[in-house]
Each structure stands twice: as structure tokens, then as C-alpha cells.
């Protein structure tokens, strides 16, 4: 079995990859956000933080979504959270350049999209201005992942050294996407 391995170059890339992976190459960024795999709505699974006191805040989310429209180019997203047994939704403007986004109030954050071998899957990873990582999450289009998928997203955290990542409890409760310029049509008539 091995002599076969040795010769076939398949063999060769499937001895490379059982190999520790550089983080260079566990948390790569993707190399070109596609908007059409983006739109819709995506339920957060798990979230790595840089330290305590954000991981604290953190933990008071019950339950976390983010929605991209699907219109292109994308210059907005939102997102939903369920805490202390209410709903709170925030609207972003966004910049859509390269592997990820910034923020069009938040001059120093920006936000990179990593390479996941999920295949439902999306890691966003938050930078400072000075490049630091600040926050990473897991988002995907199902509650929760599989313990593999896990594992991928726990070295990724690793690699940027981040605090073990949290959980989300994929029993709680989610909130409805907040259609935002519907309500802002009702508001203007009223
Ligand atoms: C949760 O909501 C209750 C009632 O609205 C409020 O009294 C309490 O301060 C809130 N707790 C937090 C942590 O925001
Ligand atoms: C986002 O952009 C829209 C349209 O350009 C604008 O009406 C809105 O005020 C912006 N939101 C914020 C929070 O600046
Ligand atoms: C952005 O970061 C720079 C350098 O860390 C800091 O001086 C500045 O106050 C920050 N700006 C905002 C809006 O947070």
C-alpha cells in the first residue's frame, strides 16, 4: 500500500495534508468574495474572541444572525440578535473589496472572509486598524456544524490567537430578519 502511495502523486497530496497545516494555510483568506454566496441569512455557530472582556459580552447573545441582501454589489448587511429575551437588529453600510469588507462608520475595523472546507460554512474574521485580530466567528446555514467543521474553525482561532471558541446553544431562539426599508416606508407614511 505505501509503495503504491509513494509513486502516485495523489498519495503524495493526501500524506502532505495528514501533516499539521501551516496557519498560513488554515486560516487563509478566500481570494475573491463571490456576492451570490454571501446573500441571504446566516446563523452564527461559534465565536472566537481576543480577550475576556469581549468574550463576556459574547456569551450574553442568545442566539446570532447576519443577512446580505442579494443585490450587487453588495453595500450593506445586517444583523440580528436575540438577548436578554429580546430582538436587536443593526444595519451596516459596507464596502465589498477583495476577500472582504469595511465598515462605512467603523473607519478601523475591517473584515476578512476565511477559507473554509465547510461547504455551507463562513468565518469572519474582524481586524483593528493596526491589522490585529480582534474577533473571529463561524457562521453557517445550519444551526451547528459538524465536530470536524469545529475542529477546522478551533486551529483557525488558534492560528490568530484567539480564546477558545464559544459555542452558540443551537436550541435558543432565533430572530426574524428585520426587513429595514419596509418599516422605514410605514414610518414615513405615518
Ligand atoms: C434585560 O431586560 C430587562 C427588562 O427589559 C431589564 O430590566 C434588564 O436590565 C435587562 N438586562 C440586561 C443585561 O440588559
Ligand atoms: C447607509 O446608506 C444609506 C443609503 O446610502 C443611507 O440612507 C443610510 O443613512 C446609511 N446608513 C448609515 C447608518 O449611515
Ligand atoms: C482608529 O485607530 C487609530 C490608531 O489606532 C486611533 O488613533 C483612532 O482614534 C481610531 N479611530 C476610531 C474612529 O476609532
Redesign the pocket.
Known sequence: MFAVCAITLLCLVALSHSAPLACEDVARPVDQLDPRFLAGSWVLVAGAMKDQAHEEKFK?RESASVHFPSETPITSFSRSFY????CQHMESNITVEGSGFSFDQLTNITVTFLHTSCQDCMVMRFDDGTKKTLRMYLFSKRRAVEEKEMEEFTAQAKCMNMLPPVVMDPTKELCPEKVVREEEETTGQA
Do not use: A, P
Open positions: 450574553t438577548l436578554n429575551e429580546s
